[in-house]
């Protein structure tokens, strides 16, 4: 959507901060991101939201749904100045929420944290819902077969397997955690490196576990896995939550990465450490059969809340759901408990 190649110019910046300098990232985001001063709509729209406008003319969907902060925000600002006709829905995909999520001229926002409903409602003043965060079924219904697994990328059989991800980019301190959970002697990390060919060479000459890049059956190696180690509080720990893996984040990544792995740590679906003492004690507790189900329990919770595609859905005619609902009074609740899908009327 961007001009002169800008949007590929600002992915390769964001890449090289979270990878090379993540100083430098955290200083942008709590400058523009959460800081006080901070402008409540990104300039960055302006440059975007002309070629957006002509791409929804020549498609005419029924309706716009954004998935990241500054999509958000290009759809806000052309909705709330007459240039997009049909609804925008926001649904959000970290489980904390920066104020460039956030844009009144949306129709509605959809959840998977239910601790943050109430706050999005505020700034916003639309209706805001708690959606079950959007997962793969099959992540719900991989057997769990460890010694397989364990057989299958050349470890002990026996060996109690911990997926360690620093996402497609393999960010962060991924060889540190690695090699506390080699020190331990008592777990053995499977370390997913996504594209990250540097990272590979550097587990792999360091002895490390097996060193893995794309896979196509993550849920399977999470079916066979002890436990997750992540740093982003994104959708691969949705994805551990789906499958019923208990979630570590460990050493979190700047910015919105550390916010989100303290609102799940909060909301009680995973823990966050800091070093490798804290790491170790939190994957150890897991071996109490209370523990582990508490912690299920609670991020399975997560998933009896609407399905995301329940809230999508609008009429021809722009009519939002859930909002005409709120207004009559018939919608219960919103902030804490969304709708059963049975209870979403439509337009003829």
Known sequence: LFPLRLGTALRRGYRWMILRAPWLYELIYQVFFVGKRAPGTSPLTVLAAARLRRL???WRPDEVVSTFHLAAQITGRLRERGGLACPSTVLV?????????LHRGNDRYLCPNPDI????AACTGQPALRCAPVVRPVFGRAVADPGRMARSVGVDPAARLVLVSGGSWGAGE???TARALVRSGRYTPLVLCG???ELRRRLRAAGLGPALGWRDDVPELMAAAYALVDNGSGLTCEEAFAAGLPVVIHRPISGHGRDGARAMAAAGVSACTGD???????LDLLDDARTRKRRADRASALFRSMPAESGLVSSPKGRVLGLDERRAGQLDDAVGQAPDADRLEHDP
């Open 56 to 58: 929804v003319d020549g």
């Open 174 to 176: 991924i060889v540190a």
């Open 276 to 282: 490798p003492t804290a790491l170790l004690e939190a």
């Open 93 to 101: 995909t970290d489980f904390a929420v920066h104020r460039l999520w």
């Open 117 to 120: 409903i109430g706050y999005i």
């Open 195 to 197: 594209d990250n060919a």
